[in-house]
């Protein structure tokens, strides 16, 4: 091999003068760089490490104020919004409370002298620049910080600072609540000595106007109007009934009606009776005898002169019975009106006292009012005082330290390393940026004739072509032999292999579910890494079926556990001899067949484009699993067998950045391949 090159105006002396500018330009951009890039970095390294070390402090504590303690027992039903939005706005007012500066100043006092130290004229400010307090969103939790150059100070600050708060929040809790109970004692008192002065006075006012009871009834004035309006009444209907009765036998007397009947009148009734008598011996007779015998009969004549006589009587007996009941009439009714006006004299006179006790009787019930509306407001006070004696302890607030501040043992500011590899990083582009203002000051002159190198490709010629082989028995200039490539080096670096297809864990899954048995092992153990002739070397006398296990044989001899997609095929299988991959007729399967196999799967799966899945495929699915959860290069091969360097090369992308794992970290087998009864 011959590689044949030509320089154009190759004039040693342009050439030397060439490389010495060349070689003078690279020791003045040095020079220029390295001295920028030394005093930045020294100014920011001195700047960096000068800088006072800051350390950090925390301490987590719950708050639970006495309005938020006592909120959900009013909040009821539909009232857990409101009830979160006023613990929200509790714990904001605490916090408020806990980074002031009457607090500040009461956690100072508490500390010793060399812990006080360097607070400067004003402890309490500088305190409050040196602490910060946040709350959690959406919770009562509190976060409190303090930064400063001392660490024992800033742990001491916190942890007095909190119980400061604790003690301040309780004793404030223990003054309020006793203030309260005893404003609601007062109240309860008062109102029970106003209760008994009403009382006394609305007893002392019955008595003196002598009034029995809130019942109107019940008094002796309304009884006895009621009784005189009720005889009233019954009078009343007396006379309306006697002025009926005289007219009704007015009515009848004028009309010839009688008036009195014979059961009222004795007389008359016996009259009647003798009459009726008479009559009925008479008719007896006229349906004995003719009349003209009867009027020739002296007794007959005798008995109609006796009715005659009796009839006359009787008229004369109702007519006296009617004056008499027509006298008995207007009597009875003279004797009602009478007594109609004495009612109505004695309901007059008893009017004016009527007036006087219902105005009386009005007062008295008013005041029984206020008595019972005061006894109500009493009853309330009372209950709502016991209330609050009994949950005195239970709405009292709640202030727990759940993180003491620890004593920091690293600086949490500055980062002295990233702010000096920042520093780094920034002299770095300063000095580019002078080389390049220098460079931009000190452009070399243009050369007349600069040498111009042509390189041809590396091409075979042989020997005794008739080729003039004189320019190789030339010796080459000193930039050619320099650009010239070492004896058997590759030209160019071998580029990453491209990958195949990555199948998806539901194309998995349809795959094992759509392949027959052969097929459906031979599938399983691709994906689990072995390579195409290990799955069609493998025999019955390779497999541990007590442990499981499957000794892998060839370049690199390995013993595997099946997964259990495999183990339930190999369970199932009927033949325990030969090779694991056969076909139906018992010939162990070549490449060819276990790729149709696995590619009528794939058409029976529904995967699309199945003409793509190939045993390359799922092995180096299998790999992908791997390299993805960050597992050593140099453990694949004991898992997956060898791989290519180009294939190395081509996986090395898919894996994360960071401490790669160790076979014991990584999950070996596929989602897919876990659930046996999937297949």
């Not at 009796?310 to 008499?324: F, I, P, T």
């Not at 006006?341 to 009017?351: D, M, T, V």
Request: charged fraction near 20%; include cysteine; charge should be neutral.
């Amino acid at each position: 091999m011959m590689r044949m090159e030509r320089v154009l105006n190759t004039d040693p002396h342009a050439a030397g003068n060439a490389a010495s500018l060349a070689a003078r330009g690279n020791r003045r951009r040095l020079a220029v760089f390295g001295l920028v890039f030394a005093v930045v970095l020294a100014a920011v390294l001195i700047w960096d490490f000068s800088r006072p070390p800051q350390y950090r402090a925390g301490a987590r504590l719950s708050i639970k104020p006495a309005s938020v303690v006592s909120a959900p027992a009013k909040a009821g039903a539909g009232g857990e919004a409101s009830a979160a939005f006023s613990e929200s706005g509790s714990v904001q007012n605490e916090v408020q409370v806990l980074s002031s500066r009457p607090l500040l100043v009461k956690a100072l006092a508490g500390l010793a002298a060399d812990e006080r130290a360097g607070l400067g004229e004003d402890p309490a400010a500088t305190a409050a620049a040196m602490l910060s307090v946040e709350v959690v969103p959406g919770t009562s939790f509190v976060q409190v910080y303090a930064v400063g150059p001392r660490p024992a100070q800033l742990a001491a600050l916190i942890n007095a600072l909190l119980a400061a708060y604790r003690d301040q929040v309780l004793e404030t809790y223990a003054t309020n609540a006793t203030d309260d109970l005893d404003k609601m004692r007062d109240e309860v008192e008062r109102l029970k000595a106003s209760v008994d002065a009403k009382r006394r006075a609305a007893e002392q006012f019955r008595l003196t106007n002598d009034i029995v009871s809130l019942e109107r009834e019940e008094n002796l004035v309304i009884a006895r109007v009621k009784g005189l309006s009720a005889s009233l009444n019954t009078a009343n209907e007396n006379v309306a009934s006697a002025e009926g009765k005289l007219r009704s036998l007015r009515d009848s007397l004028a009309a010839g009606r009688a008036v009195v009947r014979s059961r009222d009148n004795p007389t008359l009734a016996a009259l009647e009776s003798r009459a009726s008598q008479i009559r009925e011996s008479l008719r007896e007779l006229e349906r004995t005898y003719t009349p003209e015998y009867l009027a020739m009969d002296p007794n007959v004549r005798g008995q109609r002169s006796r009715l005659a006589d009796l009839e006359r009587q009787m008229n004369e007996v109702r007519a006296s019975s009617a004056q008499a009941a027509i006298s008995e009439a207007e009597e009875a009714l003279s004797a009602a009106h009478q007594a109609q006006q004495r009612l109505q004299q004695q309901i007059s006179g008893e009017r004016q006292g009527l007036q006087s006790f219902s105005s009386r009787y009005n007062t008295y019930k008013a005041m029984q009012d206020d008595l019972t509306q005061i006894e109500t407001t009493l009853r309330a006070s009372s209950d709502r005082l016991l209330r609050s004696e009994a949950s005195a302890k239970s709405r009292q607030p709640v202030v727990q330290v759940l993180e003491a501040a620890a004593l920091p043992r690293e600086v949490w500011q500055p980062q002295y390393w990233r702010d000096a590899a920042l520093g780094c990083a920034a002299a770095f582009l300063f000095g580019l940026v002078a080389m390049g203002l220098v460079e931009l000051f000190n452009r070399p002159p243009r050369a007349d004739a600069a040498p111009v190198i042509v390189s041809q490709p590396w091409v075979p010629v042989p020997v005794g072509a008739g080729l003039d082989m004189r320019l190789a028995a030339q010796p080459a200039a000193p930039v050619l032999e320099a650009a010239r490539p070492a004896q058997n080096a590759p030209l160019l670096a071998t580029p990453p292999a491209a990958l195949p297809r990555e199948l998806e864990h539901a194309e998995m899954v349809a795959l094992l579910e759509a392949a027959r048995a052969p097929a459906r092992l031979g599938i399983a153990l691709l994906l689990q890494g072995l390579s195409v002739a290990e799955v069609l070397a493998l025999d019955w006398s390779d497999v541990d079926v007590a442990a499981p296990a499957l000794a892998v044989r060839g370049e690199m001899s390995r013993r595997i556990v099946p997964a259990p997609a495999a183990c339930a095929v190999l369970a199932r299988s009927e033949t325990r001899a030969g090779p694991l991959c056969a076909r139906p007729d018992g010939c162990p399967q070549t490449e060819q067949d276990l790729c149709s196999a696995i590619i009528c799967a794939a058409h029976d799966a529904g995967i699309v484009q199945a003409a793509d899945i190939s045993p390359q495929v799922l092995r180096h699915t299998a790999v992908c699993h791997l390299v993805r959860q960050g597992i050593r290069f140099s453990d694949l091969d004991k898992i997956v067998g060898r791989l290519a360097p180009d294939m190395l090369a081509a996986y090395a992308p898919l894996a994360p950045a960071g401490r790669r794992r160790d076979v014991a970290e990584v999950e070996l087998l596929l989602p897919a391949l876990l659930a046996a009864e999937a297949v």
